[in-house]
């Protein structure tokens, strides 16, 4: 990359950035919040963004943060980072660990972590915002910052949508995100197309008739009924989806009955469903449903199975065109660090902003493990035992190089966008 780029530019204050990001990481990680309670980090992220001369809205769909810089013609780009935490006890041993616990939905008592790496999203968005505030004559455009809440429960972006988000924003000419993964630090990785799983969690109640276990005859066993659903339902991605169509059905729960001789009359079946295509998505659905409904019908249930779709994510499908562009910023900074991303199985709700907005999008991967720990547990073939992924307790990103490669990386890729200033104007500019 040219030292005289404005890539280079931008970036040439990250080592005084670096500093306050690393604080506001550690903080942010020893202090995290569930989703939809995710004030505190929105009121430090709109305290930091206005000091910066961003125009800052609040509370958006709830505790999202809206920040918007324009710097004189040119694209607009958006840029977003996911805020909440998850209810999972830290056993990093990390010296800034997380010990908070905090009452979710349910009104339980849990503990929190940052086991996902939104602190890292956070951070890095924060400090790519500040260093394209502090070189305006660097580029023309505008910025759009994105702090969303509630990416874990899958309805965040949505509830901003719903909030007005278009009408505060206007037109968007490309959304980007990114997210840290299990690979090495340093790294970014790149992928045209799917990327991320669509996923659908659904509860099925099936409904038999009570009766005395030792009295089978009298009934209409949901357990038996739920067993043969199970097994039926695992025909549907092998025997319904071609085999070169990636998808996932699990049933993570069945719950029937309280006791050992009594068959009661109903069972409660959980299942999460996982696609990268709208089509496959809706066969899969579809098909569960018609399973679910034969059987019911084979076992003479009195009363029609019931259906509820919960914790429902859209798939993140790249768009080729702007992740090409992505790849290529890529390629020229990071070198050898760029890589392809493999397909995914997790899920996420940031396409819901871009899909809304109507503005192509690209999502991609930096890495945060460890280089070191990372190449010993691959040179034994043990990655899967020794490397924690995300959502796992122990999951615990190198502060660096992972916060300076999420900030360059966000950086890189908006000034693939952005217009860069006429070259005079930056020239006098820099002179002392």
Not at 72 to 91: K, N
Not at 98 to 112: I, L, M, R
Not at 225 to 236: H, K
Not at 411 to 419: E, G, K, Q, Y
């Amino acid at each position: 990359m040219s030292t005289d780029s404005p890539t280079a530019a931008v970036l040439a204050g990250l080592a005084g950035t670096r500093v306050w990001q690393e604080v506001f990481y550690r903080n942010l990680h020893q202090h995290p919040e569930l989703s939809h309670h995710e004030q505190h980090t929105a009121a430090a992220v709109a305290g930091r963004l206005r000091d910066c001369g961003y125009q800052v809205h609040e509370q958006v769909g709830g505790t999202g943060v809206v920040a918007i810089l324009r710097n004189g013609a040119g694209s607009t780009v958006l840029l977003r980072a996911d805020m909440d935490a998850l209810p999972v006890a830290e056993q990093t041993g990390l010296p800034y660990a997380s010990t908070v616990t905090s009452t979710d939905q349910g009104g339980d008592e849990v503990p929190v972590m940052h086991a996902c790496g939104h602190d890292v999203h956070v951070t890095c968005l924060l400090g790519a915002a500040a260093l394209l505030a502090a070189a305006p004559t660097q580029w023309t455009g505008t910025v759009i910052a994105v702090f969303q809440p509630a990416e874990e429960l899958g309805d965040g972006a949505r509830r901003m949508v719903d909030d007005n988000l278009a009408a505060l924003v206007g037109h968007v000419d490309v959304a980007l995100a990114q997210h840290v993964l299990p690979f090495p630090a340093g790294q970014v990785a790149t992928r045209p197309g799917p990327v991320l799983s669509a996923a659908d969690s659904m509860r099925i109640t099936v409904y038999g008739r009570g009766a005395h276990g030792s009295m089978p005859q009298a009934s209409v066993d949901p357990v038996v009924l739920a067993a043969m659903i199970v097994i039926r339902l695992q025909t549907v991605v092998s025997r319904e989806v071609a085999p070169t169509e990636p998808a996932v059905l699990t049933v993570g729960s069945i719950r029937a009955g309280t006791k050992s001789n009594v068959i009661d009359d109903h069972a409660v079946l959980q299942l999460n469903i996982r696609t990268y295509s709208e089509q496959t998505r809706a066969a899969i659905l579809d098909a569960v449903r018609r399973i679910v409904t034969a059987e019911c019908h084979a076992s003479g249930s009195p009363k029609e199975p019931d259906f509820e779709l919960f914790d429902r994510y859209p798939p993140t499908d790249n768009d080729p065109a702007t992740t090409n562009r992505i790849r290529a910023a890529f390629d020229t900074f990071f070198g050898d660090r760029a890589h392809d991303l493999p397909l995914q199985s997790a899920s996420e709700d940031f396409s819901d902003l871009p899909n809304a907005l109507n503005a192509p999008y690209s999502y991609w991967g930096i890495g945060g493990i460890d280089p070191d720990t990372y190449h010993a547990a691959q040179a034994t073939g043990r990655i899967a035992q020794d490397i924690p992924t995300n959502h796992s307790p122990n999951f615990a990103p190198v502060l660096q190089p992972t916060l300076d490669t999420g900030t360059q990386a966000l950086i890189t890729a908006a000034l693939a966008w952005l217009t860069p200033a006429p070259t005079a104007q930056r020239a006098h500019t820099a002179a002392p």
